[in-house]
């Protein structure tokens, strides 16, 4: 507790944690409204989060490394289960996005395995298919911010490179809107594995 906040925080243990935790009853003792608000904060292996469908943001991530054949440029998924990369190897990060109504001030962050290294390093504007946004590189992500977000489908695309060897987490992609921040949503995580 902190003296005249009103705040309070408890901390629990893994195994001391119960479904039962989950239902929280207050009560308010007093004849006048009282205003508060209560959240549950926990962390998890990025690997083991799935993706969260309920909510009007879909996402869908997939990691594709780029294979150079006759044919040009071929890609091949690296499946969920973890897919075995080498240092220089390309890869092609696509993150498909649902959205079922208009909605303004929305920040998608597609987070980088610690291995991986952006192609495209330079933040800027861009223009896709009626679609404008701000694509920007951060040390542990690529963020895209949208001031104007259409109903529709839409699939963004970028390369990274392969540099270190290791087992790695890719983390997740998850995206919200600002000014309405119950609209939130997140795709799965997903392990890499570089020779």
């Known amino acids: 507790a902190m003296p005249g906040t009103g705040h309070f925080k408890l901390h629990f243990s893994a195994e001391d944690m119960?479904?039962?935790?989950?239902?929280?009853e207050v009560e308010n003792p007093n004849?006048?409204?009282?205003?508060?608000?209560?959240?549950?904060?926990?962390?998890?292996?990025?690997?083991?989060?799935t993706t969260f469908e309920e909510t009007p943001l879909q996402l869908r991530r997939a990691l594709f490394k780029v294979v150079l054949d006759d044919t040009g440029e071929r890609l091949v998924s690296l499946s969920?289960?973890?897919?075995?990369?080498?240092?220089?190897?390309?890869?092609r990060v696509r993150v498909e996005l649902?959205?079922?109504?208009?909605?303004?001030?929305?920040?998608?962050?597609?987070?980088?395995?610690s291995g991986f290294e952006p192609v495209?390093?330079?933040?800027?504007y861009k223009w896709q298919g009626g679609l404008g946004y701000y694509q920007s590189t951060r040390d542990a992500s690529t963020d895209f911010f949208f001031s104007y977000l259409p109903k529709g489908t839409y699939v963004f695309e970028y390369t990274l490179r392969v540099a270190h060897r290791g087992e790695f987490?890719?983390?997740?992609?998850?995206?919200?809107c600002m000014y309405a921040p119950e609209f939130t949503s997140h795709a799965e995580g997903l392990h890499v594995s570089v020779k």
């Open 80 to 91: 969920a289960n973890g897919s075995t990369l080498e240092v220089g190897d390309k890869v």
């Open 169 to 176: 987490s890719n983390g997740i992609t998850s995206i919200q």
């Open 31 to 49: 004849k006048h409204v009282a205003w508060g608000a209560l959240y549950w904060q926990y962390f998890e292996k990025l690997e083991k989060i």
């Open 98 to 113: 649902r959205v079922d109504r208009d909605m303004e001030y929305v920040h998608m962050r597609d987070m980088r395995a």
């Open 120 to 124: 495209e390093v330079l933040s800027r």
């Open 18 to 24: 119960v479904q039962d935790m989950a239902v929280v």
